[in-house]
Each structure stands twice: as C-alpha cells, then as structure tokens.
C-alpha cells in the first residue's frame, strides 16, 4: 500500500485514487520555460486600488439597476410625477360639498391610499370591476405599479359602498377605472392626470373609450401652487359612441409631493363637487365589548359550504379573485367576517348574502402586509409589517392608528371593556384605549418577546426570549413579579397563572409567582387556551384540559388548534372536529377534510349559532343550528 505522502493531493478525502479517473496532465514534465509562481519582486505589481474600483462601479450597477426597476425612469431620470404619490396605507380625511341649483349637502370621507404591484395589484378591486380593465393592464401585469384609493363616507354608515379610483404609476399617473356608489368607468388607453414629465406649464391630452357606452377627451395643464405644489385644471368631455356629446366636466385638481390630491373641485351642469382635507375627526364611542357566544344545542348542528363573491354596483358579481392570507379572521360584533388578503394587503369584510354565499362589503388598506387580525366589539385592529397598529369601524372607517417600535406578531390583548395591551417584538408593552388608540400606560420588558401575553385576575404575564416570565399590574403597568422560565405560551385562571415551558405546564401562584404546581404534556405545542375554569393545552400528540389545581380532567387525541366559547370548546384535530361542553364531554363530532401538503393547518372561527371552518381560498365550512 503506497505512503499517504505519495499519493496525489486531492481538496476532499480520497478513499480509493484506483477509482478515479487518470490526470490528463499527472504525466506532463514541468517546463523549465514556465514563470515561477511568485513574480520577481522588481517587476512592477499590479495597482491595488483597481479591483476595488471594478468592486465598486458593480455595486452602482446594481444599485442602479435596482432603481431603475423599483422607479419610473423617462429618458435617464426619475420620472416627476410618481413624486406626487401618498406612500403606502396612507389615509386622508376629507369634506366633500356638493351643490346643485342653491342647496350644499356637506359629506366627510376617508380615503386610503395602496401602492402595488404586478398581478396583486391588479386583484385588489372587485372582480368584475378589475376584469373590465383587463385589456387596459393584461399584457404588463407582470410590471404594472398601481395606486389604488378607496374613500368611505363617515357621515353616512348605510352607504357602505365605497368609491375606488384605480391608476396606472408605472410611468405617468394614468386612472384606469372608476367606480362609485353610482356609477362607473373604465378609461381605455387610462386617462392621463399627470404625464411622467409634468410640471409648471405642462399641457397635455388624452382621449379613449370610458366605457361599453361612452368615449373621453381630455385637455389638461398644470401650473405651479405653493410649496412645490401642481395645480392641474382643464376639461373632461364624455362622448356617447357615435361622438354625440353627453357631459363636460370641469376638472380643478391640487398635486402635492407625496401627497397626492389634497384638493379637487369638479363641475358639470348645475352640480358642482368640491373636496378638501380635514384634520381626522374624533372616532366616536364605538361598540367595544362582545356579547358572549352560546351554543345551545351543537348536537343540532348541519353542515354546509359556502364561497364568496364580490359585488359592485356598477359593474355586478363575480367570484372573489384575490387570495386570503394565512392570518386568522375575526368576527365583529355585528357578525361581519373579516380576512386578510395576501399580496395586497387588504382587510375585506363579509356577511352571508345567499344560501351558498357570502359577499364582501367593505375593503380596507392599512398598509404593508397583516401580520395579525382581532376584533373587540365592532373595533377591528390590524398589526402590519409598517409597524403601524390600525383600528376601523365595521363600517370600514378607518379610526386611530399608532406607530411601534419594532414588529407586533402578536395580537393585542383585552384588559377590560375598553383597554387592551400590546407588546412588539422589542419587548416594549402598551396598554391603549380600544375606541381611540389613547396610551395609558408604556414599559419596556428588557427583552424581545414573540409568545401573546396573557391577562387574567388584575395581571398581564409577559413571557420574553431572555427566558424570564413576569406579572405587571394590568392597571399601572407596574412589575410584580418575574420568574426565570422560558414561556411558550400561559393562560390565567383563578389564582393561577399556567405558564408552558419545555413540555410541562406550571402552576404558579398569581401574586408572589411561587410554583405550585407542574404537570407534563406530549408533543408538539399548537395551542392554549382558557376555557371556563380549565386551561386547554393542545399538542400533535395529544390534548389535555388543566383546572387549577393542576389536575387533569380530560385528555383527548392530537389538536391543531381550539375555538373556545362561554359554554362549549370546538377541538380541531387532525382527522376529526368535536365539541365539549364544560366538564369535558364531547356533545358533537364530525369529520373533517384530509389535511393536504398546501393545508396543514385549522382556522376555525365561533359564530352565535356554530363554526366557521376556513379553507386557503374564500370559501369554508359552517357548522351551525338553523333551526
């Protein structure tokens, strides 16, 4: 056997050379010709400062590359009229006056501002409404950026359909559509507001189809208003097909950097509509409590499969195009459903409209993606990766927002009837007043948190990533007592806060933080929660009800997650859903539909009359008592 010396040298371990192949080059004699490996030192080296140069003018391609495909660039520069745009989930509050003859009505409105992209962006509208642009965008809906406004009144809460403008920003500001409570348009080429160059002294056209039944011609111009400001006026003429003229409109609009149209005033015939900003008024004295949720009988209970349309006034029905996000919904007070949409961003509300479906009513933006959804009363609060907290009515009027300091990946809490507490990822806790937003109280934890506080019997237990657990006084925000446990999730009932860590759940006394107890359990963690007097704990193994003592009164089979209400407990497992009622007898079970690679998972969401089981598209599963 050859020395390991011998051998050839190889940059990974070699078991056997008789099995590779030969070198082509092990058998080529060295040639005195050939320079030695080190250059003589008297030969002049290379500069250094070259590759750092090469290094350097790369990064700015790239960077420039990344600009130009994240900006509107005409002719080597940005182009000027994206720089008018609100950014994203921006909000206006507005007073509309509208005269005709000699009466004003007075209206106040909120608009909301989205900035998308691509086919997300194109999905974001009623579906019939987004089909009938279709040929405008389809052949750039890979590269299309949209803005998209979404106004709602205020001062009239059974309107609840809202007027969506729909631009095109991918070079100018071009609108594509249309639609009010009224009546609708569709512009086709998009009727130009801003041409990607604008400024003082612009003047431009455009003409087109606005419609199955009329065509557009527009003259605009724009002129310099203060603080950097465009004021563009001119007229908008609707034409009916065979080019008889049907309305003139008009058109006074105010353009501010980054703002968008703070002011318009539009006029035809004997009617003219004037809009300008407000200071966001108060939000009033929303509904902030819930009534308990009662089942009488769910061994009553039948099956049924419902979908989701949208509906437009103007443009009709259709089946819902956009996708739910993977965040949890929430049901309101008044028994509307709120999801989440991914790619868009959206909260879209719905209430049942038919036998087999139900129907959006509202749709809101608060900005960026929805990290996680509650509702207190008619109060819905959003978390988003801005790191913004959004509150909105169920009418869909946006209430308060606040800024935080880092992610809330979990959702806030409820403290009382009107206060709920919150804690981000930085570790910075916030008690607020559910109908305004107002801070109460604020303390820092001292450590990133990323598990849901839990709140029972006058304290909030934070359990933080440094591995401490710790009580506050749910009034004041005052520490009373930490422990050093790594908390996966807890839950108060009585006297006790039930803290899980490892695979045990811990007892400990609500006022000192002293053990009491601690109980194993098996499996994966999927859930906790309080129900009546117990503490459920649900695992991939098993599921096993807690009271305070520490003793276990049920276990059941494998969990994926837990709808608990006042008397009764839905248990999603895996194969099979049943209800307990409070001494842990199952009343009801049903099976459920095979989990698949795309499904893994259980939302279920408790109605007045049963349960809501949702799929990864807008349609879900209703068990409930119709009789």
Sequence with gaps: MPHPDDQPWSPFPVQDWSTLPADPLGAVAVNPTWAPPHSDPAEPRRPWWRPLIIVVLVGVMIAATAYVADSTVIFGRAATATRYLPPDGAVAYERTDTTRELKTSIGTAVTESARLSGVPGLLGVDSRFGAAMGPETFDESDTIKVWRTTTTQLNDPAAIAQTVRFYRVTTGVDLLGVSTPTEGFVYSPGLTLLPADVHAGSRWSSAGSAGNALDYRSELQAAAAGGGC?????????????????????????????????????????VRTTTSRIEAPAPGTPTTTNTPIQWSSPQRWTAGQFGTVSINPTFGEDQMVSTPANVTPVRTESGLV??????????????????????SVWRAHPGGSILTLTAFGNVIIATTSNRQVVAYSDVGIRLWQFAVDDLAQTPPVRASDREAILVDLAGVMRSFDLGTGALLWQRDVGSDVNVAPAVGSGVVVIMDRGGTTTAFDVATGERRWDVQMLGRGAAVIGDTVVVLQDQAAHGLAIDTGLHRWVRPFFGTLTGVARFADLVVVATKSECILINHSGMIVKRLDPALALTPTQDHLAVWGIGEAQVLDKNGVAVTRWSLPQLTIAKQD????????????FNNDWTFEVREDVG
């Design 230 to 270: 465009l004021a563009v006026t001119g007229e908008l003429r609707y034409l009916s097909k065979d080019g008889q003229l049907g309305r003139i409109v008009s058109l006074n609009q105010t353009w501010c950097p980054g703002q968008g149209i703070v002011a318009e005033s539009q006029s035809f015939a004997d």
């Design 338 to 359: 709120i999801r989440a949409t991914y790619g868009q961003g959206d909260l879209v509300a719905t209430t049942p409209k038919t036998l087999t479906d139900w129907t």
């Design 602 to 613: 259980r939302v279920g969401l408790a109605a007045a009359q049963g349960v809501l089981l």
